[in-house]
């Protein structure tokens, strides 16, 4: 079955950076869009970034351009997230998401706390 995976997140300071990653298994990968959400208690999962089966296509929030990048390698079934400037706002649960025929997947979440 879909499996997702979410590491890397954690504890960081304003400014700082980090990378998530996200394995995937259960699906052909590489023909699949995958995207990055984050969630806040009290909040609705909103959508981070989104690339295109083979990488070639991206979309950011815009609150998050210019400071995330997402990428993916489809030889290792990974999406990642770099994750640049980082400020308190992007405190959240960060979820990977992929739709495989009509069904949503989701992954457990990693959480990132962004704290002086």
């Known amino acids: 079955q879909v499996q997702l995976v979410e590491s890397g997140g954690g504890l960081v300071q304003p400014g700082g950076s980090l990378r998530l990653s996200c394995a995937a298994s259960?699906?052909?990968?590489?023909?699949?869009?995958m995207s990055w959400y984050r969630q806040t208690p009290g909040k609705e999962r909103e959508l981070v970034a989104t690339?295109?089966?083979?990488?070639?296509?991206?979309n950011y929030a815009d609150s998050m351009k210019g400071r995330f990048t997402i990428s993916r390698d489809n030889a290792k079934n990974t999406v990642y997230l770099q994750m640049t400037s980082l400020k308190p706002e992007d405190t959240a649960v960060y979820y990977c998401?992929?739709?495989?025929?009509?069904?949503?997947?989701w992954g457990q979440g990693t959480q990132v706390t962004v704290s002086s």
């Open positions: 259960g699906f052909t990968f590489y023909r699949y869009a």
């Open positions: 690339i295109s089966s083979a990488g070639r296509n991206t």
């Open positions: 998401n992929v739709i495989v025929s009509v069904s949503q997947y």
